[in-house]
């Protein structure tokens, strides 16, 4: 067991197991709750990224615990230790090859003016050893700065880890990407958000050396940046609007070369939640959550299970003809070398809302507008309810993410919380009959 750490907002400090093993009452799936404490502010990190330490043992999740900082919990044990300390913003980057953790922290000058963004390096194998042997010592031992990144390059806190894990990506900022050439024309505000207008890019840093340098500018917002964890140098990200983009998934190398989207959708495609599952597919969500109209004039209508959860502006007319399932929609994966798209399912009644896969090829999975969580086998298009009564009341939606050896999936959850809004981090265990087929 962990030795108590007296510091209590020292990197380190261990929290009590809140750990729960519970049966979902209409599935009978497995469910184990690594947080259960209502009001807690937990979160997973976001779906397009790896969650688990590389020996697999430690989850890695956003928390208000201590206000600002990451936290990681065993799933065996449900320790929970805080793995930051003086705060992070954006994305959290777990590698798969090592035990480190990448982040990033805003720098600012005495009259709180900012200055740049650094990039640090946390070595969770250090760190969670050293908590279990009662031989914690100060953040200097487990963190490093990797650079600092000039402020009027990086204003967001996005960022992607390459395959390599030799640098990291990030957004550049919207000023700075104007200086560069852009090969399109610098694209408006698209649909009832008014969101998405250009320019946009992405810029990496040299983890060894901090040079932070522009990969390639483009005419959109940028928004959710990925590195392909088995193709090092390879950069995916979206155009971003809050809702249908004009062409959402693109594609580069790391030297800004290759620059091309990745499904070419039409504008009857509402193309969302993007990610990399292996090393040539991409997981979509091509949703139809919009009534089809009987003709031009008649009134948007639509049963409550097409819209129960979604804001008012998903709705609306001014994404253009897109997202109803008068075309083909549901869970789909393309191939990012050959371009081929296979439609993999479509909940009964709902729509796939944010997806995910197992990099070996056998599932895809995602969430619905109700909060259910679904598998489908892409091996024989079965359909399978995993997990249902995650309330829709929930501060975020599912959020689905495999675990690299497609085995579990975690997800977050308002499940167990008192005030229907609060989430816990919770892993759903494949049913042992599921897990037997990967070995046929």
Same mark, same amino acid.
């Given at each position: 067991?962990?030795?108590?750490?007296?510091?209590?907002?020292?990197?380190?400090?261990?929290?009590?197991?809140?750990?729960?093993?519970?049966?979902?009452?209409?599935?009978?799936?497995?469910?184990?709750?690594?947080?259960?404490?209502?009001?807690?502010?937990?979160?997973?990190?976001?779906?397009?990224?790896?969650?688990?330490?590389?020996?697999?043992?430690?989850?890695?999740?956003?928390?208000?615990?201590?206000?600002?900082?990451?936290?990681?919990?065993?799933?065996?044990?449900?320790?929970?230790?805080?793995?930051?300390?003086?705060?992070?913003?954006?994305?959290?980057?777990?590698?798969?090859?090592?035990?480190?953790?990448?982040?990033?922290?805003?720098?600012?000058?005495?009259?709180?003016?900012?200055?740049?963004?650094?990039?640090?390096?946390?070595?969770?194998?250090?760190?969670?050893?050293?908590?279990?042997?009662?031989?914690?010592?100060?953040?200097?031992?487990?963190?490093?700065?990797?650079?600092?990144?000039?402020?009027?390059?990086?204003?967001?806190?996005?960022?992607?880890?390459?395959?390599?894990?030799?640098?990291?990506?990030?957004?550049?900022?919207?000023?700075?990407?104007?200086?560069?050439?852009?090969?399109?024309?610098?694209?408006?505000?698209?649909?009832?958000?008014?969101?998405?207008?250009?320019?946009?890019?992405?810029?990496?840093?040299?983890?060894?050396?901090?040079?932070?340098?522009?990969? !390639? $500018?483009?005419?959109?917002?940028?928004?959710?940046?990925?590195?392909?964890?088995? +193709?090092? &140098? =390879?950069? #995916?990200?979206?155009?971003?609007?809050?809702?249908?983009?004009?062409?959402?998934?693109?594609?580069?190398?790391?030297?800004?070369?290759?620059?091309?989207?990745?499904?070419?959708?039409?504008?009857?495609?509402?193309?969302?939640?993007?990610?990399?599952?292996?090393?040539?597919?991409?997981?979509?969500?091509?949703?139809?959550?919009?009534?089809?109209?009987?003709?031009?004039?008649?009134?948007?209508?639509?049963?409550?299970?097409?819209?129960?959860?979604?804001?008012?502006?998903?709705?609306?007319?001014?994404?253009?003809?897109?997202?109803?399932?008068?075309?083909?929609?549901?869970?789909?994966?393309?191939?990012?070398?050959?371009?081929?798209?296979?439609?993999?399912?479509?909940?009964?009644?709902?729509?796939?809302?944010?997806?995910?896969?197992?990099?070996?090829?056998?599932? !895809? $999975?995602?969430?619905?507008?109700?909060?259910?969580?679904?598998?489908?086998?892409? +091996?024989? &298009? =079965?359909? #399978?309810?995993?997990?249902?009564?995650?309330?829709?009341?929930?501060?975020?939606?599912?959020?689905?993410?495999?675990?690299?050896?497609?085995?579990?999936?975690?997800?977050?959850?308002?499940?167990?919380?008192?005030?229907?809004?609060?989430?816990?981090?919770?892993?759903?265990?494949?049913?042992?009959?599921?897990?037997?087929?990967?070995?046929?």
């Amino acid at each position: 067991m962990f030795c108590a750490v007296p510091l209590l907002a020292q990197m380190g400090r261990r929290f009590p197991s809140e750990r729960k093993v519970i049966t979902d009452p209409k599935t009978g799936v497995e469910l184990v709750f690594l947080t259960s404490k209502s009001g807690t502010g937990d979160s997973k990190i976001y779906q397009t990224h790896n969650q688990w330490t590389s020996d697999g043992r430690w989850v890695v999740f956003r928390s208000d615990r201590v206000p600002g900082e990451a936290m990681a919990v065993n799933e065996e044990t449900g320790d929970i230790v805080q793995v930051t300390e003086g705060g992070y913003t954006g994305m959290l980057c777990v590698a798969r090859k090592s035990m480190n953790l990448y982040h990033m922290r805003s720098v600012t000058d005495s009259d709180g003016k900012r200055t740049g963004m650094t990039v640090v390096e946390v070595d969770l194998g250090r760190l969670l050893a050293d908590v279990e042997a009662g031989t914690l010592k100060k953040k200097q031992a487990y963190e490093r700065v990797c650079g600092v990144i000039p402020a009027d390059m990086c204003s967001e806190g996005d960022m992607a880890l390459d395959g390599s894990e030799e640098f990291v990506y990030f957004r550049l900022d919207k000023e700075y990407a104007r200086t560069m050439p852009i090969a399109e024309p610098i694209a408006p505000d698209f649909g009832p958000r008014h969101m998405g207008a250009g320019p946009g890019g992405i810029g990496k840093m040299d983890l060894a050396t901090g040079k932070a340098e522009p990969v !390639v $500018a483009v005419h959109f917002k940028v928004g959710h940046i990925q590195g392909n964890p088995w +193709h090092p &140098g =390879e950069v #995916i990200f979206c155009w971003e609007t809050g809702g249908k983009a004009p062409q959402r998934t693109w594609m580069c190398n790391a030297d800004g070369t290759g620059l091309k989207p990745i499904y070419r959708e039409t504008a009857h495609d509402w193309v969302t939640h993007e990610a990399v599952i292996s090393a040539d597919e991409l997981v979509i969500a091509i949703i139809g959550h919009r009534p089809i109209k009987a003709s031009p004039d008649a009134s948007a209508g639509g049963g409550k299970a097409s819209i129960e959860g979604l804001e008012s502006f998903a709705m609306s007319d001014d994404w253009g003809p897109s997202g109803t399932k008068e075309y083909a929609t549901g869970i789909a994966v393309v191939n990012m070398r050959t371009r081929e798209l296979t439609l993999e399912g479509q909940v009964p009644g709902d729509n796939f809302w944010h997806v995910a896969g197992s990099q070996d090829g056998r599932w !895809v $999975a995602g969430d619905d507008f109700a909060r259910e969580l679904w598998l489908i086998d892409r +091996h024989t &298009g =079965e359909r #399978i309810l995993l997990t249902a009564g995650h309330k829709t009341t929930a501060r975020d939606h599912v959020h689905p993410t495999f675990k690299p050896d497609g085995t579990e999936i975690e997800i977050q959850s308002a499940m167990l919380s008192d005030d229907g809004r609060s989430m816990n981090i919770c892993i759903v265990r494949l049913p042992k009959k599921l897990i037997e087929k990967i070995k046929e």
